[in-house]
């Protein structure tokens, strides 16, 4: 109830933008990630961070002055090592950031806003046979910095938080009575990309 009341919010809020706005660049993009999965309040560090990648296409819609919105479809990924060990996972997801642009100057910007992300495939080797996350849907907020160096070409640096744990654990009493609880694989994502861009 609470992911499909904040999905409706966020859809209020930008498809009338989105509508009203006009649209001045389009382009691709594509960079590297470096990532990683938290678990919650735990000392115990799972997980390590692994290098993946991120492509697809922007767009640019001009809000106002300097404020502009960025629409991207991506396909990345993302995911993390297991410390210490030769185990993984690798979360190859659809991203959709949409994020609110401040343009200081015509080469620097700062961008920020929610992102939701889905995974599509798995591809892992860790300590269960059949390894499968039960929530296949995370959604968080990302901040970033443009600087373009000329107007078609822009490198991005950005870090997206997730708010969402995609699975859990938990251990039982020999009364099958709950004892812990562990949430556990929140994404921390930080990605440079370069972004090019068709339309002037």
């Known amino acids: 109830m609470k992911l499909n009341t904040l999905t409706l919010i966020v859809l209020v809020l930008t498809v009338p933008l989105i509508c009203s706005a006009q649209a001045t660049k389009f382009g691709i993009k594509a ?17 390590e961070a692994r290098t993946g990648f991120r492509a697809g ?3 640019l819609f001009n809000l106002k002055d300097k404020w502009n919105l960025r629409a991207e479809l991506l396909y ?6 297991f410390k ?8 190859n997801q659809l991203s959709l950031p949409l ?35 039960s ?24 870090n997206y938080f997730g708010f969402r744990y995609h699975d859990e654990f938990t ?15 929140r994404s921390n994502v930080l990605s440079l990309s370069l972004n090019y861009y068709f339309i002037q």
């Open 31 to 47: 960079g590297i990630n470096r990532s990683t999965l938290d678990n919650e309040g735990s000392d115990f560090e799972m997980f």
């Open 57 to 59: 296409v922007h767009a």
């Open 76 to 81: 990345s990924n993302d995911g993390a090592n």
């Open 84 to 91: 210490d060990t030769d185990l993984y996972l690798k979360l």
């Open 99 to 133: 994020l609110v642009n401040y343009a200081f100057t015509n080469s620097v910007s700062l961008e920020l806003g929610p992102e939701f992300n889905y995974i599509i495939h798995e591809d892992s080797k860790w300590f269960l046979d059949e390894p499968s996350l």
């Open 135 to 158: 929530k296949k849907f995370d959604y968080g907020v990302a901040l970033g910095i443009e600087v373009k160096p000329v107007s078609s070409l822009g490198v991005s640096l950005r």
């Open 171 to 185: 251990s039982r009493d020999i009364n099958n009575n709950l004892t812990d609880r562990l949430k556990i694989a």
